[in-house]
Nanobody
């Protein structure tokens, strides 16, 4: 049974930082492309960042480029999302996702497994 469990969300002031973690189990983590998505109230889920299985390739949404960094530790079966210079518009539930495809990038349909999400609230 595949499980993706996010943690690290919370309330932070604008300009602050957070590091989200996603612990994976039940899958061969090192062979999966991992991604982060987010969904704000009343909005569709949107892509944030993705990292290839080999950590050789990362991809970011334009809205977070230069402020967020995705990384992974295959020994710990964990993917991270480090965020800096947070803005109120970053407020959302953040979801971790795993894709079997090495070509997966920013599309929801490319991902096979999803976590339950962790809430990030950025106050102004």
């Amino acid at each position: 049974q595949v499980q993706l469990v996010e943690s690290g969300g919370g309330l932070v002031q604008a300009g602050g930082s957070l590091r989200l973690s996603c612990a994976a189990s039940g899958l061969t983590f090192r062979t999966y492309t991992m991604g982060w998505f987010r969904q704000a109230p009343g909005k569709e889920r949107e892509f944030v960042a993705a990292i290839s299985w080999s950590e050789g390739s990362t991809h970011y949404a334009d809205s977070v480029k230069g402020r967020f960094t995705i990384s992974r530790d295959n020994a710990k079966n964990t993917v991270y999302l480090q965020s800096h210079s947070l803005k109120p518009e970053d407020t959302a539930s953040y979801y971790c996702a795993g894709a079997r495809s090495a070509q997966a990038m920013g599309h929801i349909y490319e991902y096979d497994y999803w976590g339950q999400g962790t809430q990030v609230t950025v106050s102004s």
